[in-house]
């Protein structure tokens, strides 16, 4: 079945680098994506990653697929405390639209 | 341009009662679904729209349920005999309905309260 697992909690000294885990069970994934939830804010898409890449870069945003693992990682460098949020993990599998959200990830960002 | 807007914004009502929420998508976008996202979890997905049709409706947990887009833009999700269980932020997003990435873009949700 389908199952996306995160860890919950993340804590990060500013200016230091964040990556946030997350592993999945479905083989059929074709796209994952990483979205932020701000308080009060919607959900946010910050990047995504197709599934035959291994990895996807985009400013301070590193994204890294291990397929055979089944496992996806998000790595924030130079975290600042407006990265603070919770992120979460979400895939896409096969011909369907809809996506499987894992728990999300609480980043706080300490001066 | 405007993003996706949802009304209301909160919405308190008593157990047994019916309620509706809208969502307004982002213009052109003929994809729509509504998720749900409980205190400490993730979204929930509940159905997907393609134009004016309910193209995935699996994730609706019962028949108290029902979401209808009748001229392809504004969606309405209904649910009947409201429970204290359905208490959650509703989400509704849009997207272009193409094939590839095809992103989903995220309204600010309706906070829905069942006393």
């Known amino acids: 079945g389908e199952d996306v697992e995160q860890s919950l909690f993340l804590s990060v000294r500013e200016g230091d680098s964040s990556v946030i885990n997350c592993t999945y069970t479905d083989s059929s994934s074709t796209y994952l994506y990483w979205y932020k939830q701000e308080p009060g804010a919607g959900l946010q898409l910050l990047t995504y990653i197709f599934s035959n890449m291994d990895m996807k870069q985009d400013q301070r945003l590193t994204v890294l697929l291990n397929k055979k693992d089944k496992h996806l990682s998000l790595r924030i460098a130079d975290t600042q405390t407006g990265d603070s949020a919770i992120y979460f993990c979400?895939?896409?599998?096969?011909?369907?639209?809809?996506?499987?959200w894992g728990l999300g990830t609480s980043l706080a960002v300490n001066p | 341009g405007a993003g996706v807007s949802q009304t209301p914004s909160n919405k308190v009502t008593e157990k047994g009662k019916y309620v509706e929420l809208r969502c307004d998508p982002i213009?052109?976008?003929?994809?729509l679904y509504w998720y749900r996202q409980s205190l400490g979890q993730g979204p929930e997905f509940l159905i997907y729209f393609q134009g004016t049709g309910a193209a995935d409706d699996s994730g609706l947990p019962n028949d108290r349920f029902f979401a209808v887009r009748p001229e392809g833009s504004v969606s309405t999700l209904k649910i009947q005999r409201t429970e204290r269980g359905d208490s959650a932020v509703y989400l509704c997003a849009s997207s272009l309905g193409a094939s590839g990435v095809d992103t989903q873009y995220f309204g600010p949700g309706t906070r829905l309260t069942v006393l």
């Open positions: 213009s052109g976008h003929t994809a």
């Open positions: 979400a895939e896409r599998t096969g011909n369907n639209r809809k996506l499987i």
